[in-house]
């Protein structure tokens, strides 16, 4: 199973920027999607936006348009680029991964989050 590793989340003024990072390590596996979801206090987990291997991404409603997904399959990682950042993009950010393993035996991975504050 494949661990995840979230980096790059801070405290930012409305209107400003961040771009978070999640990179995949282990043994050896091939992703299949990868994804961010958020969670803010008191609100259940929410999909911000995916990448599968193959078809297009996907967003929430809420940050269309200001949020972009790319991956680097070489490095395993999958980058979230948050722009116009809004108070209510305030949230744990939590990476995730769908991939398979030596066996074939599909799993399913989350990182430990990193914690996006918008304020000013």
């Known amino acids: 199973q494949a661990q995840l590793v979230e980096s790059g989340g801070g405290v930012v003024q409305p209107g400003g920027s961040l771009r978070l990072s999640c990179a995949a390590s282990g043994s050896r596996f091939s992703l299949s999607a990868m994804g961010w979801y958020r969670q803010a206090p008191g609100k259940q987990r929410e999909l911000v936006a995916n990448?599968?291997?193959?078809?297009?991404?996907n967003y929430a409603d809420s940050v269309k348009g200001r949020f972009t997904i790319s991956r680097d399959n070489a490095r395993n990682t999958v980058y979230l680029q948050m722009n116009s950042l809004k108070p209510e993009d305030t949230a744990v950010y939590y990476c995730?991964?769908?991939?398979?393993?030596?066996?074939?035996?599909?799993?399913?991975?989350w990182g430990q989050g990193t914690q996006v504050t918008v304020s000013s």
């Open positions: 990448a599968p291997s193959t078809g297009t991404t």
């Open positions: 995730n991964a769908i991939g398979r393993g030596y066996s074939g035996r599909q799993f399913t991975s």
